[in-house]
């Protein structure tokens, strides 16, 4: 079928020479065209009209989902946070990688009586997650070493390594929200969707730490060297290691690790309490750059927007009250904030989350209680609000995306979820096999000191099935911006199903760079475009998105001047630039106007601008996937 895009501007014709299905492509610059797809932590608010930056003043807004450490049964839940049923459940290590290496020191999961014991989890800005596990088997005939696990947090991040056109993956075939121990609620070493296992420490150096920079890579500590290894978020390779020890002459341990604001690393201690700040890009020997020796073992981490860090107490606390340690390195002071009564909690600390709002939330396994620290938003200041009752064994926090509290129960085996809203406990379910995941389940302590983010999604609809698509552009208005520690990063999934984008293989695209020939075809064409930034206060600006297929034929089309034999334009004509889909194409001193087949007409300024709607079509963009 030939299509044709005339320009009425003397007599010039644009000619898409060749047979085949041309697709028009769709420009998105306005707030209208924005509102067609999903904003996720992104806004065109006034006066930032007609672009979208990320919301820096709200809530962060992780994925709909919590990852939590089976120890005992060496696996890994994923839970929803909607309902709080598990919609999978993961061997915590791969025997052997998709790729044939094979790591050191693990052994097949057994349930009950695992070595590899999975423990903290976290979930990077893909919403894909990890797990370290410790190695806690060292005895002279067996022994584990600490490795970390990379799992798809959605279809598309899978692999379908069997080539049978599916992803077998584990999921909760019969709805009760619990993942079985036999196929095909759970698959074992089989799943598509664990994606690669890495070896990090030496023997007996338990891995009882993880984290995530601003540039979507890892953070595993030794628990006894003391050292810091960062591995690429995407392939496991070890891009640096820091002998924490060695740069500072002093004896710590690792238990806990962050990564805060403008890439600074934290890490708790347990036995020799002292805590570091860390700078992993200053110079061999001055990367420690703070050192505070606090009173008391320190457990749970969390880091907050200033810096300043947020530590469980592991120890029964005088007078009989526990609660919560802030340590500013800054003044390199520790300050102790109490709860009311030992009603509340004795001490013994664990698992502490930062708010979007500033407020704290820690667990505090003496009494079983979530503790409420509330932050004054007047004088900034921190103060106990009260405790709520959860399951016994309260041993994690973390934050879901509607700003809920859930905790991970060691004791009782399940997670409990608190809506503080409502000032109430809403429900406790099974967590899949005694739980000790109390780091950032959910991701969302990444996305609000670690980095900011947003995105927004939007599906596309081509005219055919197998529809070729091949290039897409941003920010090519004066508005758009990409200051630095900050990134816009776009990718692209396509399926001849809508129902079935969301698990097709993501396919990262390059601005204005064609991926025709990826094999990104068919008939709808799922756009994720992410806002990040490294920079808490400052955020990149996306003014405009253009979607163009690519010509089936494979040329680029050429212009044609009516009344000529040669289609050369007439001399009193300046030449016709080839003009881009969804961009204004003019002469020097003649606006254009463009027609399309089965038109409805916008006004451009003084120019009358035809743009095709029956062949493209835009849709809401649902999020995700979440039944996985």
Not at 76 to 103: C, E, F
Not at 299 to 309: Q, T
Not at 328 to 355: H, M, P, Y
Request: hydrophobic residues 35%; glycine residues 12%; neutral net charge.
């Amino acid at each position: 079928m030939l299509r044709r895009v005339k320009i009425i501007a003397a007599s010039c014709v644009l000619s898409l020479g060749g047979m085949g299905s041309a697709l028009a492509g769709q420009t998105y610059t306005k707030n209208a065209d924005f509102d067609w797809g999903q904003l996720k932590g992104v806004d065109h608010a006034p006066p930032n009209d007609d672009q979208l930056q990320i919301t820096l003043g709200d809530n962060p807004i992780p994925p709909p989902f919590m990852w939590v450490a089976n120890f005992a049964d060496g696996t890994v839940t994923k839970i929803s946070t909607d309902t709080g049923g598990q919609v999978a459940k993961y061997h915590s290590v791969l025997m052997r990688n998709w790729d044939g290496s094979v790591p050191q020191g693990i052994t097949l999961p057994i349930p009950g009586a695992d070595c590899n014991s999975p423990s903290r989890t976290t979930v990077d800005g893909d919403d894909n997650a990890f797990v370290a596990n410790r190695g806690f088997c060292t005895d002279s005939t067996t022994y584990t070493r600490a490795t970390v696990t990379k799992f798809a947090g959605s279809l598309g991040y899978c692999v379908d390594r069997n080539g049978n056109g599916l992803i077998d993956t584990s999921r909760d075939v019969n709805g009760d929200g619990v993942i079985g121990r036999e196929p095909p609620e759970f698959l074992g070493q089989a799943d598509e969707c664990i994606l690669w296992t890495r070896n990090y420490a030496e023997k007996g150096d338990l891995g009882r730490s993880v984290a995530i920079d601003g540039d979507q890579n890892i953070w595993l500590g030794g628990y006894s060297s003391s050292k810091l290894w960062k591995l690429d978020g995407k392939t496991g390779a070890l891009l640096q290691t820091i002998d924490l020890n060695a740069e500072k002459g002093t004896i710590a341990n690792i238990y806990g690790l962050a990564v805060g604001p403008e890439g600074f690393i934290y890490t708790s201690d347990l036995t020799a309490k002292r805590l570091r700040k860390i700078d992993p890009k200053a110079p061999v020997g001055r990367r420690v750059v703070a050192e505070v020796g606090v009173s008391t073992p320190t457990y749970g981490l969390a880091v907050d927007r200033d810096g300043v860090a947020w530590l469980g107490s592991w120890a029964d606390e005088s007078p009989g009250r526990g609660g919560v340690l802030r340590v500013d390195f800054k003044t390199g002071k520790e300050e102790k904030i109490l709860v009311s009564s030992s009603t509340d909690c004795t001490g013994l600390t664990r698992g502490v989350a930062v708010a979007g709002n500033g407020d704290i939330w820690v667990a505090c396994y003496s009494t079983h209680k979530l503790l409420h620290f509330r932050r004054s938003r007047v004088t900034g200041s921190v103060f106990f609000n009260k405790s709520y009752a959860t399951d016994s064994g309260t041993l994690g926090v973390t934050i879901d995306d509607h700003q809920r509290i859930w905790t991970s129960n060691y004791d009782t085996n399940s997670v409990t979820r608190v809506d503080p809203g409502a000032g109430r406990v809403q429900l406790s379910r099974p967590a899949g096999g005694i739980p000790y995941s109390y780091w950032d389940m959910s991701g969302y302590q990444y996305r609000n000191s670690t980095i900011r983010q947003g995105e927004w999604v939007v599906v596309q609809e081509g005219e055919r099935l197998g529809a070729q698509w091949g290039t897409i552009h941003w920010n090519r208005e004066s508005a758009g911006s990409v200051p630095a520690e900050t990134a816009i990063e776009v990718s692209v999934q396509a399926s001849d199903d809508s129902r079935a984008l969301s698990s097709q293989p993501v396919f990262p695209v390059t601005r204005g760079v064609s991926f025709t020939g990826a094999g990104v075809t068919g008939r709808y064409l799922r756009v994720r475009a992410v806002l990040r930034t490294k920079n808490l206060t400052q955020s990149p600006v996306l003014s405009d998105l253009s979607i163009i297929p690519s010509w089936s034929w494979g040329e680029s089309p050429a212009f044609m001047c009516e009344g000529t034999v040669d289609g050369t334009p007439p001399p009193h004509v300046q030449p016709c630039a080839i003009p881009q889909v969804g961009i204004i194409a003019r002469w020097q001193g003649v606006h254009c106007r463009w027609l399309y087949e089965n038109r409805s007409r916008i006004q451009s300024g003084n120019r009358d601008v035809e743009r095709h709607r029956s062949s493209i079509h835009r849709q809401a963009a649902p999020y995700g996937d979440l039944a996985q």
